[in-house]
C-alpha cells in the first residue's frame, strides 16, 4: 500500500505561482510513476501531469503544458508540481496518484487532494 500526502495548495492571484508537493510511503519509491490530477465543482477529474518511475520523463495535459512542471526527488520520496501563470480555470482540487505503470497511468493509489483556488 502507497500512502500520499499533498501539501502547498492556497489562494494565488491569476499570473501567480504555487508548487504543490505530494509526500509517498509505503513503497519503495523509485519503483512509482506518480500523477498529478485535478477536479473542478461539477466537473470529472482530469489528468494535469505525471512523470515517470525510470527516466524521469514528464507529460502533461495541452491545458497546462509550458506553465506547469512535475519534478520529482527520490531521496525525498516526494514529487512537485510547479505551477506558474496561473489563470482562475486551474482552480480545483489538486490530487497526486501513484502506480507501477507509465507517467501516463494506470495509478491505483490516491491523495485526499489539496484546494487550489485562483483569483482573477
Known amino acids: 500500500q502507497v500512502q500520499l500526502v499533498e501539501s502547498g495548495g492556497g489562494l494565488v492571484q491569476a499570473g501567480g505561482s504555487l508548487r504543490l508537493a505530494c509526500a509517498a510511503s509505503g513503497r519503495t519509491f523509485i519503483t512509482l510513476s506518480m500523477g498529478w490530477f485535478r477536479q473542478a465543482p461539477g466537473e470529472e477529474r482530469e489528468f494535469v501531469g505525471g512523470?515517470?518511475?525510470?527516466?524521469?520523463?514528464?507529460r502533461y495535459a495541452d491545458s497546462v503544458k509550458d506553465r506547469f512542471t512535475i519534478s520529482r526527488s527520490n531521496t525525498k520520496n516526494t514529487v512537485y508540481l510547479q505551477m506558474n501563470s496561473l489563470k482562475p480555470e486551474d482552480t480545483a482540487v489538486y490530487y497526486c496518484?501513484?502506480?507501477?505503470?507509465?507517467?501516463?497511468?494506470?495509478?491505483?493509489?490516491w491523495g485526499q487532494g489539496t484546494q487550489v483556488t485562483v483569483s482573477s
Open positions: 512523470i515517470s518511475r525510470g527516466y524521469n520523463t514528464a
Open positions: 496518484a501513484a502506480g507501477g505503470g507509465s507517467s501516463a497511468g494506470p495509478f491505483e493509489f
